[in-house]
């Protein structure tokens, strides 16, 4: 009879857990199932997405941390650290709809601001440039998607719209419906629209190939000649 007990007891707990994440979550899993195809349900979602529960715990933290109990703030940020790989400090100002796609590797720094519906790939660092005080980490607007590796670094600005390609490195700030690709990263504009609205790194534009294509095309043209 005990066990039974004990037994209907964790089944209360964690059916209230799934439905508590559900309603104060639901724009992160909605996110989530529209940008995740591996995603099948939103119940796999909340038990199975580190970068929800990473972003569970921000939030969490983050309210604790704005009661200056810091401390406290920080050790539930690093035991989600552990647990999913994610470091997202509590200082830093999340929107929502935000996104974290596998996440391993994942790092946030103290003052980064992120807008709403932002994507961020594995291994993405959100972070400063040496032993700045204040503002030191990067803001991004709206709809901003970072790509796998890439590295936002500094007290700069990345305006809605835009893309940062894997592995880049950026660290100038950059205009809205841009995307951004190399080390250091360089800016392609899109002709003022929204680009990678279905998340295709393929068709990333990649200024250095169009230079070099634009040099070989006049090499060729002079050849003609």
């Given amino acids: 009879m005990n066990i039974l007990y004990f037994i209907f007891t964790l089944l209360f707990i964690f059916a209230g857990f799934v439905l508590l994440v559900a309603i104060f979550f639901v724009n ?28 569970i715990a921000y939030r969490i933290s983050h309210a604790i941390w704005r009661t200056k109990l810091k401390i406290v703030a920080r050790a539930i940020s690093q035991m989600a650290r552990f647990f999913t790989g994610i ?23 103290e003052t980064s601001v992120v807008g709403d519906n932002v994507i961020l790939y594995q291994g993405v660092t959100l972070g400063g440039t040496g032993k700045e005080t204040g503002k030191r980490h990067p803001t991004l607007g709206n709809n901003v998607v970072v790509g796998t590796g890439a590295k936002v670094l500094g007290n700069i600005e990345v305006g809605s719209n835009s893309y940062i390609g894997a592995n880049a490195v950026v660290l100038r700030s950059v205009p809205e419906n841009s995307t951004v ?12 629209k929204k680009i ?30």
């Fill in 181 to 192: 690709v190399g080390v250091p990263g360089r800016v392609t504009k899109q002709d003022g």
């Fill in 28 to 55: 992160e899993i909605k996110a989530t199932k529209e940008k995740d195809p591996a995603a099948k349900s939103y119940l796999e979602i909340i038990l199975l997405y580190p970068g929800l529960h990473a972003l």
């Fill in 87 to 109: 470091e997202i400090h509590p200082g830093a100002e999340i929107g929502k709809g935000f996104f974290i796609d596998h996440g391993m590797g994942v790092v946030i720094g």
């Fill in 196 to 225: 990678d609205n279905l998340l295709d790194h393929s068709k990333v534009l990649d200024p250095i190939m169009q230079q070099l294509d634009e040099l070989s095309e006049k090499i060729r043209n002079l050849e003609n000649k």
